[in-house]
């Protein structure tokens, strides 16, 4: 079955089921006026798409792991649903997760395994991200990703623009606990690592997510794998068209 075949038969279900359901801590963006927050302590660059479409490498064991937790909300996987502890006792190691409005569709994180099969969803989906802007632009939409020091939008913030990101985030590192993404470009995302290393969690077009301690990745090699959480645990950000 292919992947289209896969995303035509899991919209069907959801439909013949009760209609949409909005995925556990995401929300669409709430209207604002947001515009340049610079971050002063971090270097904003213009981001190739070739520095965040890579696989993640298999990683040993980081510090702080998040104990005695697991994401109630199920991981999409090769259009199958899976625990995260299904995902730590079957091994599966996935580079890249997913939150749009198909995850919000199916109450579901979409988790890739590999780059080429992320890419092969942006294109079925027609959300391939771009560079540059792509003439598909929403009018009067606000193009500004927001991200925050705290949960529920609270604390300091900073904003970056469609095809711009930050490899290293100084003082922010660590330190982004929600976020909203642009309402005009595609998609945001956020890395484990400096540098755009590591996992990787995209965020679909004027999605906002207001906990990112509900959502994580697993690291290690079984047994020794262990669920880490997004919150203030993010070292690079990038926004694409």
Known sequence: MNLKTVIGSLTLAVMLTGGTALAQNIEPVPPHDTGDLPNKEGRLERVPLSKVLRDAPREDIENQPVEGFLPDLPILVDGVRYTAKEIQEKDIHLSHYVLDGRSA?????????????????????????????????????????????HSWYGGASFSVYPGWGYPNLGWWNDRISSLWSTQCGRWTLVTEHSWYGGHVLWIGRAWAVPNMGSYGWYTGWWPFRRWHSWNDRISSVAVYW
């Open 105 to 149: 569709e199916l109450s579901v994180v979409q988790g890739f395994r590999t780059t080429e099969q992320l890419k092969e969803y942006f294109s079925a989906t027609g959300q391939f991200p771009s560079e540059q802007p792509t003439g598909n632009q929403l009018a009067n939409c606000n193009p500004w990703s927001v991200f925050f020091e």
